[in-house]
C-alpha cells in the first residue's frame, strides 16, 4: 500500500503526494500529474519550507526543474503551457 497525503499551493489548490516505493513521488492534481525524483519525505519537506518559512520554490525544490515547480505553484504542466504560450521553436 502506497502513502498518499495531501498539500495545498498559495492559490489554494489541492494537490496529492504519493510514494511511489521506488524513491520518487507523484505529485497530482487529480486530472495532472508528474513524477519528482525525491521520495516523499523530502518532498513533503520541501512543501512545508515553501509554504510556511516562505523559501523561494526554487530554492525548497532545486531538484525539480522549472517546469515541474511550475506545475506545483500554478497546477499548469508542460505540455498546457506550450498550449496556451507556444513552444521556442513556434516564437
Not at 525524483?37 to 512545508?48: H, K, M
Not at 530554492?59 to 500554478?74: H, K, V
Request: charged residues 15%; negative net charge; glycine residues 8%.
Amino acid at each position: 500500500m502506497s502513502l498518499t497525503i495531501t498539500r495545498f499551493n498559495k492559490m489554494g489548490m489541492n494537490y496529492h503526494l504519493t510514494d511511489m516505493g521506488d524513491g520518487t513521488t507523484k505529485i497530482s492534481t487529480g486530472v495532472h500529474c508528474i513524477i519528482a525524483p525525491a521520495n516523499i519525505d523530502r518532498v513533503s519537506q520541501s512543501w512545508y519550507s515553501w509554504q510556511m518559512n516562505g523559501a523561494y520554490v526554487q530554492t525548497a525544490f532545486s531538484y525539480l526543474d522549472a517546469g515541474q515547480r511550475e506545475f506545483i505553484m500554478t497546477g499548469i504542466n508542460d505540455v498546457q503551457w506550450n498550449r496556451i504560450f507556444g513552444t521556442k521553436e513556434e516564437v
